[in-house]
């Protein structure tokens, strides 16, 4: 199956192409030869312990870099580029009086100085070298992404196993999309498979069946986000149709009847915020034996990130769902599981 | 509450929040929150009767043994002492005036109690007011007996020159220099448990004739019988009548209130309360009521007798008080609610007295009134069972139901805790003030027996002050002990023996310009040369002090209710007793500043050499003036707390020589003499005298807390946090002692079912961890607005919204007001 290419998706601000090597997904040819689980290496943008809201227990998160679809409201714009970049927080800058050593290092001449005498970035000059993030004191200069082995990602997730054992929780993957980086995914899946850790994955589903299967194999619990259960307004918001997203889950639940699967959809004003396009995935959840349903509350978190990256922010102006919204719409959707409950 | 927040900040945060309570018009309720808004907001006062009647007895007893003087001084407060029953009140027992009140110690500070006693209502922090005739007796008849006699006095005296320079300044030995620091000076006693329960059972009566009996037996021809177990006997006959005459003076000031009162209600209860006063604490208690007011008899008849270092504990109270409550319940004499008034009766009494601080460094110590006089919950029997009780969830839901920090609460936490326990402790800690506090069975119990203690006496330790355990007939150690500045160790290695703050006096050792070090062995060398002087001197100040205090101390009523002190005739501040574990300790202060900064100076300055010396020492003595960025750059270096094996390695490394010390030189002293991260509120004036440090600490603010992170240092979640204090350990050593650590929570972390669920597994993993003590702040609105305005404090603050999480001070103003605004929602 063809991978989700680049192409289709809306424009946005260009992204350099990578310098990361993207050989170890499992839908390109597999051309190079296959590396043991624990050696693979792919690129994630943070491992977070303490997770408690993500899946049963205490569990660690890592979050993996490279997505396949572009979200308006994402929370994650750092994700979503399969490609190390630099990051800027002025807030942590200390300003050019008292420190200028990345002035003096970047090769590009995209670091000037602003008005209120911290520096300014602009991203249009800078090419990712990072040599400026390097140089940062204080971590105002910082980079989203790095390359772990699957080895050293599992040994940081492995530090909290007491933590594991006491909660039931375990590790998280999410991202970005996690399978978008399929064979590195894959291996951390059955790696900690094998080393008896709890294993759950975030995934938006927009991925090779192929992918999503071997998956399913390794994981105790998914969950599954589906934004819209019409195609057109699907691909209006995050760039794709969702013919795939919605076949996949429902091959996901008849592959794997004993995996716990949680199906999700972020609240977002404008987009899915009414009866109609709840009620519509509700009844599609209905189909799928034993999966359950939440929604999650749109909100504006994730804003700062996209100046960090050079970025505006595709929702500015969107305000939070009005009180008591949410509520409404959940028991609009408990209204339909128990409606189709009855009627099977 | 933690042990590092002042109480009264707690308070007053309750109050910003208007965290109104629905618990107010409750039954079991109602009586404690009139007492409590008549008195809370009252200014303490200070009380002189205690001194007077204390001073006015030991000026006709001199020459006599120091017990039996204790006895007849304690004996005439009794008999002197203004007694007060409070509207309302259901139990009566007061060391001073109605309100808020401190009483005097002037064994402990009568020689310069009249120079203080001005300043008193001019401190920024816990000021009181004082009555002008009181005043009076202060200046002309309690402090000039004192002068030439109080033990610190003797104790400057006795300490080498070089043990004084570390902990007072030469030319005034009643300021501490906050380097090696004694605390000995400043109360009577270590934090202590009295064994409760001897008196509910057999009352005064009972220990008075066995003083009798014993006093029958001595041998009439033995000295040692004659000059010391006589007097000690005797005192212990004095004293058991005194605390007899005082509670008969309530009972017949009830007696007396009851003729005159108009509401048949209150004319009722004064009644019960002539009777119950005329009974206990002589008699046996024979019901719920009688041993409530027969240990708040106790509990405050200790705190005339001495000031114990964070004021007395008030040990298993869901152990000791559990066969009166069952008996009563099941009779269908008492209900839950009545229970919980009676519990809350006392809580609001603890919150009058205010443990009055005059010395300077008393004060510093203490910041904002503090107090622990915990009350312990859960845990196991003596015989190793689980130990969880009705009278367990009872405490716990008065603290949840009660909103006053009074007592301070502590829950033990063993493997086999029932679920339902570790629940209500959890839901109990989600309130937000962060009771109770934790401590750890499976770290105790083991580390005990393999200091001597038997099992059932073991399995059956109070919680004490502030994350201490005592075995209340097998501890015998009374002596405070010092407390060491860590960082100013690691200053005096940067400077080659001398400080910032104190200029060209060579205070420490020389120990090289670390400018001309080549590697970093040299500096570690240095530092724990360093390092191992000042605990040096503090085992000198120790082996002075114990010597000393016998000579100043005596806690007769205490020493009544000890089995050991019985058993041998002695005073429990008597430096050996035969059959006795000598549990103290010497305390590490600014163990995660120093760690930070070993760890930079080990990277930085000889590992990537990206810092040369020269320059750090040049950007530490200007506090980083024009040097931000290295600032910055030593800040976002590893740092302990995280678990990372970089600087917990050195964190180990600090821990280990410090116990290699002790597990030498302890046994010269008769007592485990061990480490400890406690450190009250005293990490704020020790962090006065160090100046700027190589983990980008600013100068003269506060160090590191505890086993606790730098403030905003642990940036990886508390699971990080538990990992590291357990990486530092050296769990094959027994000459450790109490570690305190702090965790910080979002509500929105432990919010419903599901975060206490979590909340409890991590409760359990701590456990797991042979960690010593926890609490949890759960922080709130006001928190986030204090992050707002000083986001250096709190880098770390993680808020969480689902599937997504950042730190809260990455966050822009609009979103932090965002996020504050729901934060509002999710407050407990």
């Not at chain 1, 359950?292 to 505006?312: C, D, S």
């Not at chain 2, 114990?546 to 501040?573: Q, T, W, Y």
């Not at chain 2, 003269?700 to 730098?710: E, H, K, N, R």
């Not at chain 2, 993680?798 to 504050?820: E, H, M, P, T, W």
Request: aromatic share 10%.
């Amino acid at each position: 199956m063809a991978p989700a290419a680049p192409q289709a998706f809306r424009p946005r601000p260009a992204v350099a192409a990578g310098a990361f090597d993207t050989r170890n997904r499992l839908h390109k040819e597999k051309t190079l030869p296959t590396l043991p689980d624990t050696k693979q290496k792919g690129l994630v943008f943070n491992i977070q312990k303490y997770s408690v809201h993500d899946g049963p227990g205490i569990r660690t998160i890592i979050f993996l870099k490279g997505c396949s679809l572009r979200c308006d409201w994402c929370s994650n714009p750092e994700s979503q580029a399969l490609h190390r970049q630099l990051a800027y927080n002025p807030q942590k800058c200390l300003g050019v009086d008292a420190c200028k050593r990345c002035l003096d290092v970047c090769p590009h001449k995209a670091i000037s100085v602003g008005e209120d005498r911290k520096v300014v970035v602009d991203f249009t000059r800078c090419d990712n070298c990072l040599q400026c993030a390097e140089a940062c004191p204080a971590d105002a200069l910082n980079v989203y992404g790095y390359e772990v082995s699957v080895e050293q990602a599992l040994a940081r997730v492995e530090e909290d196993d007491i933590f594991y054992s006491r909660s039931g929780g375990g590790l998280t993957l999410s991202g970005g999309e996690p399978l978008y980086q399929s064979e590195f995914a894959l291996a951390l899946l059955r790696e900690a498979r094998k080393r008896r850790i709890n294993t759950c994955i975030e995934t938006c589903g927009n991925v090779p069946w192929e992918v999503l299967k071997e998956a399913g194999r390794y994981l105790d619990s998914v969950f599954y986000d589906v934004k819209s259960a019409d195609s057109a307004r699907h691909a209006r918001v995050t760039g794709t149709g969702n013919e795939r997203i919605l076949e996949n889950l429902r091959k996901l639940r008849e592959a794997y009847p004993g995996l716990a699967i949680t199906v999700r959809t972020p609240v977002i004003p404008g987009v899915n915020d009414d009866e109609a396009s709840i009620g519509a995935i509700a009844d599609f959840v209905c189909t799928l034996p034993g999966a359950t349903y939440e929604l999650l509350a749109y909100h504006r978190m994730g804003t700062p990130k996209y100046g960090y990256i050079g970025r505006t922010y595709p929702l500015e102006g969107v305000g939070n769902l009005p009180e008591g919204r949410i509520e409404e719409l959940r028991a609009v959707a408990k209204a339909r599981a128990e409606c189709c409950q009855a009627a099977n | 509450m933690s042990c590092c927040l002042s109480p009264q900040e707690q308070m007053l945060q309750n109050q910003i929040e208007g965290r109104e309570n629905k618990h107010r018009s409750e039954a079991g309720h109602v009586r404690a929150f009139k007492i409590l808004d008549r008195v809370q907001t009252l200014t303490p006062k200070v009380d002189v009767e205690r001194g007077k009647y204390f001073t006015e007895s030991m000026r006709q007893t001199e020459g006599q043994a120091l017990v039996l003087r204790w006895a007849k001084a304690m004996k005439n407060v009794a008999e002197k002492i203004s007694v007060y029953i409070d509207d309302d009140q259901l139990l009566v027992g007061r060391a001073g005036s109605q309100g808020r009140y401190g009483i005097l110690y002037p064994e402990l500070d009568g020689d310069f109690l009249d120079l203080a006693i001005q300043e008193l209502d001019k401190r920024e922090v816990s000021p009181f007011v004082i009555d002008p005739s009181d005043a009076k007796v202060i200046m002309e008849e309690i402090a000039p007996y004192w002068k030439g006699k109080t033990f610190h006095e003797d104790l400057a005296v006795a300490l080498p020159e070089d043990t004084l320079k570390l902990t007072y300044y030469p030319d005034n030995v009643l300021l501490s220099r906050f380097i090696v620091n004694e605390t000995a000076s400043f109360r009577s006693s270590l934090q202590w448990v009295l064994d409760f329960e001897k008196v509910l059972k057999r009352g005064f009566k009972g220990l008075k004739e066995e003083a009798q009996e014993k006093l029958a037996a001595l041998d009439p021809y033995s000295p040692v019988g004659n000059c010391e177990k006589r007097p000690f006997l005797e005192a212990v006959v004095t004293v058991c009548d005194a605390v007899t005459i005082w509670a008969n003076r309530h009972a017949a000031l009830a007696a007396e209130m009851a003729a005159k009162e108009t509401d048949p209600v209150r004319k009722q209860e004064l009644a019960r309360i002539a009777e119950t006063c005329a009974w206990v604490p002589e008699n046996p208690a024979r019901n719920f009521y009688e041993a409530m007011q027969s240990q708040w008899f106790v509990q405050m008849f200790s705190r005339i007798e001495q000031k114990t270092g964070t004021i007395i504990s008030n040990g298993r109270m869901d152990q000791y008080m559990y066969p009166f409550y069952k008996a009563d319940i099941e009779a269908g004499v008492l209900t839950e609610d009545e229970a919980i008034e009676l519990f809350e009766c006392m809580w609001v009494g603890m919150a009058q007295f205010i443990d009055l601080y005059i010395s300077p460094t008393g004060g510093a110590f203490n910041e904002g009134y503090a107090h622990w006089e915990a009350v312990t919950v859960g845990g196991q029997t003596r015989d190793g069972r689980d130990a969880t009780n009705d009278l367990t969830y009872l405490l716990l839901r008065s603290k949840r139901e009660f909103p006053l920090h009074y007592p301070d609460l502590a829950a033990r936490i063993h493997a086999r805790a029932p679920k339902r326990y570790l629940w209500e402790v959890a839901e109990t800690i989600k309130e937000g003030s962060g009771f109770p506090k934790l401590i750890n069975d499976e770290e105790i119990i083991p580390l005990h027996l393999s200091k001597g203690a038997t099992f059932e006496e073991i399995n059956d330790y109070a919680v004490s002050g502030c994350a201490e355990i005592r075995m209340p007939n097998r501890d015998t150690y009374t002596s405070c002990c010092a407390y060491i500045n860590y960082a100013a160790a690691l200053e005096m290695a940067l400077y080659n023996g001398r400080m910032l703050k104190y200029g060209d006096e060579l205070i420490g050792l020389e120990t090289g310009d670390p400018m001309k070090f080549t590697d970093w062995e040299q500096f570690w060398n240095a530092y724990l040369a360093q390092q191992l002087n000042f605990i040096k001197h503090a085992f000198i100040q120790q082996h002075n002090i114990i010597r000393l205090r016998a000579e100043h101390f005596a806690m007769p009523m205490g020493s009544a209710m000890h089995d050991l002190c019985m058993k041998n005739c002695v005073d429990i501040h008597t430096p050996q007793i035969e059959g006795g574990i000598n549990l103290g300790y010497f305390e590490c202060i600014g163990y995660g500043t120093v760690i930070d900064s070993l760890a930079a100076i080990k990277k930085l300055v000889f590992e990537e050499k990206k810092v040369g010396m020269g320059e750090l020492i040049e950007a530490l003595r200007t506090n980083f003036e024009g040097k931000e960025d290295l600032r910055a750059l030593l800040r976002n270096s590893p740092c302990y707390g995280n678990n990372d094996s970089y600087p917990d390695t050195i964190a180990h490394a600090i821990d280990k020589a410090s116990l290699e010390f002790t597990k030498k030189y302890s046994q010269e002293l008769g007592v485990h003499l061990d480490l400890r991260y406690v450190p009250f509120t005293s990490h704020v004036p020790f962090g006065r005298v160090v100046s700027a440090t190589p983990n980008g600490r600013l100068a003269w603010t506060a160090l590191s807390d505890g086993s606790s992170a730098s403030h905003g240092a642990d940036i990886n979640g508390p699971t990080a946090i538990l990992l590291s204090n357990y990486a530092s350990k050296n769990y094959d050593y027994r000459e450790r002692a109490a570690r305190l650590l702090n965790v910080k929570f979002t509500p929105h972390c432990v919010e419903g079912d599901e975060g206490t669920a979590k909340l409890v597994s991590f409760i359990k993993t701590w456990c797991d961890l042979k960690l010593w003590h926890i609490q949890f702040n759960i922080i709130n609105k006001e928190t986030l607005l204090a992050a707002q305005r000083e986001p250096d404090k709190y880098r770390n603050l993680i808020v969480r919204i689902a599937g997504y999480s950042a730190y809260f001070c990455d966050l822009s103003k609009d979103l932090q007001d965002d996020l504050i605004a729901r934060t509002g929602h999710d407050t407990m």
